[in-house]
């Protein structure tokens, strides 16, 4: 299994548009591209320097040769629709992460 997971720092001016975009547009228009299992978001849980507010989102994928199909066949269009709504208010990273394990515990408690 590997992750896609892409770091936004996001301008506190349209942090509330931006949530909600991603939240009902963008994660599912990424999940409809057939391309990944699931997506989780999180937010980061630190203060930057710079200001505005920082989330992540996970995307799963079974290879990287899915992971390289969407880059070629879907990321453009994509990451352009972000650029048209909210450019110059964010600053995003992306990262490829490859699953070694997966460990859960018997005892978790919320």
Known sequence: MYIYNVTTNIDEAVQAEWLQWMKVKHIPDMLATGKFN?????????????GGATYSVQYTTDSIETLQEYYKEDAPRL???SMRLFSGKFVAFRTELKVISEQF???FKN
Do not use: G, L, P, Y
């Open 38 to 50: 699931n997506a989780k978001m999180s937010q980061v849980m630190i203060e930057e320097e710079m």
């Open 105 to 107: 515990s018997m005892s």
């Open 79 to 81: 990451r352009d629709e």
